[in-house]
Nanobody
Framework: QVYFVESGGGLVQPGGSLKLSCAVS????????VAWYRQAPGKERELVAE???????KYEDSVKGRFIIWRENDRNTFYLVMNKLKPEDTAVYYC???????WGPGTQVTVSP
């Protein structure tokens, strides 16, 4: 069963911005550390950004200063805003717990002129 469903992906030019949303259906969402992951063509899935139960955040070095993760526990939702996008950000983006369970479909982000 899929408990994390991604939305908001699309096609954007280099330097552009995009906002991704993750709808969470597990109970007690506020007690879990959650994260965004991505899988680029020909590469393995990697951790992009994470946020814990106290709103402390961490980012992968290549996105630090460009991406922002935050959560809204009362809406069972968390987000990723991606700024100054680069072609190498092109990937399928997934949301999940920091210790992942089953993966949802992801949302495609394509950065291209």
């Amino acid at each position: 069963q899929v408990y994390f469903v991604e939305s908001g992906g699309g096609l954007v030019q280099p330097g552009g911005s995009l906002k991704l949303s993750c709808a969470v259906s597990i109970s007690n969402f506020a007690i879990y550390d959650v994260a965004w992951y991505r899988q680029a063509p020909g590469k393995e899935r990697e951790l992009v950004a994470e946020i814990d139960t106290l709103d402390a955040t961490k980012y992968e070095d290549s996105v630090k200063g460009r991406f922002i993760i935050w959560r809204e526990n009362d809406r069972n939702t968390f987000y990723l805003v991606m700024n100054k996008l680069k072609p190498e950000d092109t990937a399928v983006y997934y949301c999940n717990k920091r210790s992942p369970g089953a993966w949802g479909p992801g949302t495609q982000v394509t950065v291209s002129p």
